[in-house]
């Protein structure tokens, strides 16, 4: 019996074993037929080509965004992948050694590194990417001449920005998607560049944005932006000047700025709209909304007299002393000569004839703590305080009434400023003229759209009376013009320490705010600098570059000087004649020109100018600057 159940458990044990192993080998055969199939099919996968991303003809049209003229700010225009398919030249040296050897000068990279990339590819490999249409059509027809089939080229809708960093914050960038990613360029995404209908096979045509702005008074503008912050090595620079009746921007001004065409190589700093995405302390500039709103309110008359002694004192009923230094001992003041001093005292004092909540509703009612709604993406709305708020303090009413404990946007202070220059209606901002369709009809044409009253045309008329004697006596005296008069407001700001805390003792934004002409006002004008070395003070470094910009402002526009019979002004900006252009040593500078001032070059019998297209001159070739040889040809493409 014993014997017997040794037997039988023995060969169960044998049996368990050998199912046991016959598992295990077919679950080992399974695993090799799954990794056998996987090489199957990835060999099978590795002999084909890799064939480029077919891109068929745009469905939509990308509209253009001109200048308040016409004048071409950004446009479309075509760029091209270049790529070769592999297979159809892997096995042949010395072809692959002749193409790379030929195309890589074309190209301007190295030939090694042609030769490197198709032999690193088993089917589709890009050579260069986003090569211009002047670049394309040479290249396309080498390959074609030299029977190069396996070069393949892919048509990739882009932008050209031709005046490149020119209001480049306003006008924004467009990525590869054909999106855009900034400024006007993104907020009007839909007007540019409509969503195409899924039942049409119709090119959707995107609508033309005609920018308030004014091209040529951007570029004058800038210039002395730029002169600016080389002389004052400031870290930033804002300047807006703005129609005052009708709210539409004519300049625009945010550096650093970048070169839209070279978008992805700038730096972060350059990429920041100041004047919308910022928000600072205003400091002395504020001063004169202070007045206006205390002044509405029949806290302050002309007449009445406050005395600065250097500081603003006021004790609380718990026995503490707030204390608001001012830079001089400038005696007894009217409101008037407040301002003209910019006394800090007298504001302070001025600040103690209004209660905290209706001064805060007053400062909100002129647009304060809120978007102005301009047509650019980010704009900040500031901030200011509410008196329930904890960081509300006795201190807080005299301190907002100076410019500090207040954070606003550029955009905000001219808007608010435009009540002042408006007998006291403020204008909703604005940077779009009209908009149109492709054929040139009318899609929308911009209104003066007026916002609530926010002082009476008596307090409107009183700010702009003491603006202009700060102008004519007191701290803006370097902006006085003479023959024209100016009302004007500088302010210098301590900014925040940020390692610190509290105030930098070397950080400060100077500014100056601008109405003229003071007899019938037209313009608003804004000038920030921030963090200049050496010298500060508004009055001192901004107050002169109102002048000089108001100077260009005045004579582009042709307002009237001195008693001078008044020249209207249409707001056609007249642009430069053919006449203009002139070939000499080198080549000049053809984009943004039109085909009406080329026509007149086709006369040149020493050079060959090739006109493509219609519109304006989007591409050129050879680049400015190029030396210019006899039978020279020029390839314009316009757009």
């Given at each position: 019996m014993k014997k017997a159940y040794i037997f039988i458990f023995g060969w169960k044990n044998f049996l368990n074993g050998f199912f046991k192993i016959k598992q295990l080998v077919f679950f080992f055969i399974c695993c090799g037929l799954c990794v056998l199939a996987i090489l199957v099919r990835y060999a099978k996968l590795s002999m084909q080509p890799v064939t480029p991303i077919s891109q068929n003809k745009p469905v939509v049209e990308r509209g253009s965004i001109v200048d308040r003229s016409g004048f071409p700010l950004?446009?479309?225009?075509?760029?091209?992948?270049?790529g070769v398919s592999v297979k159809n030249i892997r096995d042949n040296e010395k072809l692959?050694?002749?193409?790379?050897?030929?195309?890589?000068p074309r190209l301007g990279i190295e030939e090694v590194n042609v030769l490197n990339a198709i032999n690193n590819s088993r089917g589709f490999t890009y050579l260069k990417k986003k090569i211009s249409q002047t670049e394309y059509e040479s290249l396309k027809e080498f390959t074609d001449e030299h029977n190069y089939n396996f070069v393949s080229y892919e048509k990739i809708p882009g932008r050209n920005y031709p005046n490149h960093a020119l209001a480049s914050q306003l006008i924004g960038y467009m990525g590869d998607d054909g999106k855009g990613l900034a400024g006007i360029e993104f907020s009007q995404q839909q007007i540019l560049s409509p969503t195409p209908r899924e039942d049409s096979d119709e090119v959707e045509q995107g609508k033309n944005i005609f920018l308030s702005i004014d091209a040529n008074l951007q570029?004058?503008?800038?210039?002395?932006?730029h002169r600016v912050m080389n002389e004052t090595q400031?870290?930033?620079?804002?300047?807006?000047?703005?129609?005052?009746?009708?709210?539409?921007?004519?300049?625009?001004?945010?550096?650093?700025?970048?070169?839209?065409?070279?978008?992805?190589?700038s730096s972060e700093r350059a990429r920041i709209d100041l004047p919308s995405m910022t928000m600072y302390e205003p400091g002395s500039v504020f001063k004169i909304f202070?007045?206006?709103i205390v002044y509405d309110e029949h806290g302050i008359s002309p007449n009445n007299s406050f005395l600065c002694d250097g500081m603003y004192e006021r004790?609380?009923?718990?026995?503490e002393t707030i204390r608001i230094r001012c830079l001089e001992h400038h005696g007894w003041c009217t409101p008037k000569e407040g301002l003209m001093?910019?006394?800090?005292?007298?504001?302070?004092?001025?600040?103690?004839?209004i209660g905290e909540d209706r001064f805060i509703e007053r400062i909100r009612l002129l647009g304060f703590g809120q978007k102005t709604g301009v047509e650019l993406p980010g704009e900040t709305p500031g901030s200011v305080k509410d008196t329930t708020s904890p960081l509300w303090s006795a201190r807080s009413k005299p301190t907002i009434a100076i410019g500090q404990e207040i954070s606003v946007s550029a955009l905000q202070m001219v808007q608010a400023a435009t009540a002042i220059a408006n007998d006291g209606v403020p204008v909703k901002l604005t940077f779009i003229h009209k908009i149109t369709n492709k054929d040139g009809t009318i899609y929308y044409e911009h209104k003066p759209e007026e916002k609530a009253r926010v002082f009476s045309k008596n307090t409107a008329d009183y700010i702009l009376s003491c603006m202009e004697t700060v102008a004519k006596e007191g701290t803006g005296h370097r902006a006085n013009l003479g023959d024209i008069a100016i009302g004007v407001k500088t302010g210098t700001a301590q900014m925040a320490d940020k390692v610190n805390g509290g105030y930098s003792d070397t950080d400060f934004l100077s500014s100056c705010m601008a109405i003229f002409p003071v007899e019938d006002p037209e313009i608003v004008l804004y000038i920030v600098v921030e963090k200049a070395k050496g010298e500060t003070y508004g009055g001192r470094i901004v107050a002169p570059v109102i002048g000089e910009a108001a100077d260009v402002i005045i004579d582009h526009l042709g307002m009237s000087r001195g008693g001078a019979a008044s020249l209207e002004h249409d707001g056609v900006i007249k642009l430069n004649s053919s006449s203009n252009i002139v070939i000499g040593k080198t080549v000049p500078n053809f984009l943004g020109k039109s085909k009406k001032d080329l026509l007149p070059l086709m006369e040149r019998t020493d050079i060959k100018l090739n006109i493509n297209g219609s519109g304006w001159v989007v591409s050129q070739s050879p680049e400015a600057g190029s030396p210019v040889t006899e039978n020279m040809v020029i390839e314009l493409n316009l757009e």
């Open positions: 950004a446009v479309q225009t075509n760029f091209y992948h270049v692959k050694e002749k193409f790379s050897r030929d195309i890589a570029y004058k503008l800038e210039q002395i932006c400031a870290e930033g620079m804002m300047l807006l000047a703005a129609d005052s009746n009708t709210g539409e921007l004519l300049s625009y001004i945010s550096l650093p700025s970048v070169d839209l065409n070279e978008y992805g190589s202070t007045v206006g004790r609380l009923s718990n026995g001093y910019s006394c800090n005292d007298v504001l302070g004092q001025i600040s103690d004839r």
